[in-house]
T-cell receptor, first 111, second 111 residues
Framework: QQPVQSPQAVILREGEDAVINCSSSKALYSVHWYRQKHGEAPVFLMILLKGGEQKGHEKISASFNEKKQQSSLYLTASQLSYSGTYFCGTVFKAAGNKLTFGGGTRVLVKP | SQTIHQWPATLVQPVGSPLSLECTVEGTSNPNLYWYRQAAGRGLQLLFY??????ISSEVPQNLSASRPQDRQFILSSKKLLLSDSGFYLC??????????FGQGTRLTVV
């Protein structure tokens, strides 16, 4: 089963903030966040392994609520380079090590 | 350092022809290996997952198969391609609890 991402798309002006959510119906072992530019392979942003963990990459940060089986990615003071499709990937506790991705959130940052 | 090689980068094949995409990983041992497919503008669909030589988990019933003849080699195959097999194929590897590394992808067009 795939994690569910929301929203499906978001348009921002440079400098604005956005939140992307990732939720699961099953208990999670870890949550991974990736960004993909058009025609390229996904690029790793961060991995969250523990409930309550928060991490940051540039002005992009994420949190993991293990109890609620969800994670959120925060784009702060967005830059043009933040444009792309963001994917959360989840490893379910009952499903071995395999990484399953959500449907993605398209982010467009305009000047 | 670890690297992942995936080839070819692009491929145009007629309907009914066979397919073989190869992926090799360097600099690590006993990685988890993945094949994902991405249709245009869509998410990353997990096709196959492997935790060791000869151990393949198929995630989606389809026209494709995978093999892992060596620890760091993962092959995606088809005996007869369908139009619906077109897409962007990504090989990836990781170790449990770590970042997942993607190859550069193969863009397959079935004509």
């Amino acid at each position: 089963q795939q994690p569910v991402q929301s929203p499906q798309a978001v348009i921002l002006r440079e400098g604005e903030d956005a939140v992307i959510n990732c939720s699961s119906s099953k208990a999670l072992y870890s949550v991974h966040w990736y960004r993909q530019k058009h025609g390229e392979a996904p690029v790793f942003l961060m991995i969250l392994l523990k409930g309550g963990e928060q991490k940051g990459h540039e002005k992009i940060s994420a949190s993991f609520n293990e109890k609620k089986q969800q994670s959120s990615l925060y784009l702060t003071a967005s830059q043009l380079s933040y444009s792309g499709t963001y994917f959360c990937g989840t490893v379910f506790k009952a499903a071995g090590n395999k990484l399953t991705f959500g449907g993605g959130t398209r982010v467009l940052v305009k000047p | 350092s670890q690297t992942i090689h995936q080839w070819p980068a692009t491929l145009v094949q007629p309907v009914g022809s066979p397919l073989s995409l190869e992926c090799t990983v360097e600099g690590t041992s006993n990685p988890n290996l993945y094949w994902y497919r991405q249709a245009a503008g869509r998410g990353l669909q997990l096709l196959f997952y492997s935790v060791g030589i000869g151990q393949i988990s198929s995630e989606v019933p389809q026209n494709l198969s995978a093999s892992r003849p060596q620890d760091r080699q993962f092959i995606l195959s088809s005996k007869k391609l369908l139009l619906s097999d077109s897409g962007f194929y990504l090989c990836a590897w990781d170790l449990q609890g770590t970042e997942t590394f993607f190859g550069q992808g193969t863009r397959l067009t079935v004509v």
